[in-house]
């Protein structure tokens, strides 16, 4: 998938502009908080339907502004596509392919698959599990409509078992207890299931892209934990039914699962260089994107957001070399300078459109 041109009208600094892209290379230099990366989170939006940084959708209005509005349009093959997306507050948010609403937003989930490389991808590492479970659900639910559908009635069964567990003014009958583990055992089953087959497919590439830019540094490895590894979540919902009672909430199931990434035999988040975490995530970044290539009908788009910071000119070339290979697509770089990214651009044999922007406005410097 290609984006060919894109329109922004008032998305968070940004109040207007219009920008034709590279179908190979396309750099954005400027300054710290100028709006590199909120022309990154407007290209993530409009895949995702939703902010790569802001949760809360009027969040990403320009203050001085009543709604905002994208317009992607793409390439995949001949075939032309336009996706729009407009939002005013306290109205909800339109999103349209062709011109038609969509009825589900989850529906245009994969649609342009995409995989976003950023400074905040370090909550990975140091963050609780909940954003490695972020981590594997984005990018199955890309490829997958069945797991993400799994996924949506899993977390629905979930939240009514979590609000029967809240009732304190009475006795709540057990056969309401088990009408929602039955669903979660059955839902949740197939998100494991989902999850277990992506690491076994995704480890292979993880570990050979990881490899090449460390050069054979050190080793690392991924170990997917699951409670569906200690048999029925049913019986273990059962088990525990008493003590979440108390608690107030679930404690069993794949809304706890974890991803244990790991340098050598131990946690990277205990023992890894900050050069050494930097280049672990890049890698299930870009491992991620090799992934949903194989699995999808479509290239992916990659974005690299402030990558090169606290890396060795080594693995920089390393990361470099891998990205100017035929594996990858359509690619969008920042950076505050154009070291980097004049190396990338006399490396690669592609045309590239180079962008400078300055409080929200953007330029072309060069093209080819």
């Not at 709006?35 to 995702?48: C, E, H, Q, V």
């Not at 802001?54 to 969040?59: A, G, L, R, T």
């Not at 979590?162 to 583990?181: A, G, M």
């Not at 076994?200 to 699951?226: A, C, H, M």
């Amino acid at each position: 998938m290609i984006l060919d041109h894109l329109s922004i009208v008032n998305y968070k600094n940004i109040s207007q502009a219009d920008l034709n892209f590279s179908p190979n290379i396309n750099c954005i230099i400027g300054d710290n908080g100028m709006g590199k990366t909120n022309l990154l989170d407007a290209i993530y939006y409009l895949s995702f339907c939703k902010s790569f940084i802001n949760v809360v959708d009027s969040q990403n209005i320009n203050h001085e502004s009543e709604f905002f509005m994208l317009q992607g349009n793409y390439l995949d093959g001949i075939k032309q596509e336009e996706i729009y997306c407009g939002m005013k507050r306290r109205v909800k948010k339109q999103f349209k392919r062709n011109k038609k609403e969509y009825d589900r937003l989850s529906d245009h989930i994969g649609f342009i698959p995409l995989v976003m490389v950023s400074p905040s991808d370090s909550e990975l590492i140091i963050g609780g599990s909940d954003e490695r479970r972020r981590f594997m659900d984005l990018v199955i639910s890309q490829f997958d409509k069945t797991y993400l559908d799994s996924l949506i009635k899993y977390n629905n069964a979930l939240q009514q078992r979590n609000s029967l567990l809240k009732i304190e003014d009475r006795e709540v009958d057990d056969s309401l207890f088990e009408i929602w583990e039955e669903q979660m055992d059955k839902y949740g089953r197939e998100v494991y299931n989902g999850r277990r087959s992506f690491i076994d497919g995704f480890l292979p590439v993880f570990r050979e892209f990881y490899d090449f830019i460390s050069q054979g540094k050190e080793p690392v490895s991924l170990r997917y934990i699951s409670h569906f590894e200690k048999g029925s979540l049913q019986q273990l919902l059962k088990e525990v039914r008493d003590r979440d009672k108390i608690l107030g909430y679930t404690t069993r199931g794949v809304h706890k699962d974890d991803l244990e990434m790991n340098l050598g035999e131990y946690p990277i988040k205990r023992i890894g260089s900050q050069g050494q975490n930097k280049t672990y995530l890049v890698t299930l970044k870009l491992a991620q994107f090799d992934f949903l290539k194989r699995m999808g009908k479509t290239t992916p788009i990659l974005l690299l957001d402030d990558i090169f910071d606290k890396l060795d000119s080594t693995r920089v070339e390393q990361i470099l070399n891998l990205v100017a290979g035929d594996r990858f697509g359509q690619i969008f770089i920042t950076d505050t300078n154009r070291e980097y990214l004049d190396r990338l651009i006399r490396k690669l044999a592609h045309s590239y459109n180079l962008y400078n922007v300055d409080n929200g406005e953007f330029v072309l410097q060069e093209s080819n």
